[in-house]
């Protein structure tokens, strides 16, 4: 897998999960559980969407 998710868009995507994740246990809701998703593709620096799209914000300075 080749980075596809910048520094910056990484950073959005922890604080979605956080606020997702939040939020599903403030509504005690299992909805809570989506925050998975942008939490393991910060983590990962890969988007599978971005992908099918052709979508890409990493640059080559951001890769650790």
């Known amino acids: 897998m080749t ?3 910048g520094k ?10 956080i606020a997702i994740a939040a939020a599903g246990l403030y509504f005690q ?4 559980l989506v925050a998975l ?6 983590a990962s620096l890969f988007c599978p969407i971005y ?3 052709g979508l890409n914000t990493c640059s080559t ?3 650790q």
């Open 51 to 53: 992908k099918i799209f």
């Open 37 to 42: 998703v942008p939490l393991l593709t910060g």
């Open 8 to 17: 910056t868009d990484r950073m959005i995507r922890f604080i979605l999960a």
């Open 61 to 63: 300075k951001s890769v």
């Open 29 to 32: 809701s299992w909805w809570g």
């Open 3 to 5: 980075c596809n998710v």
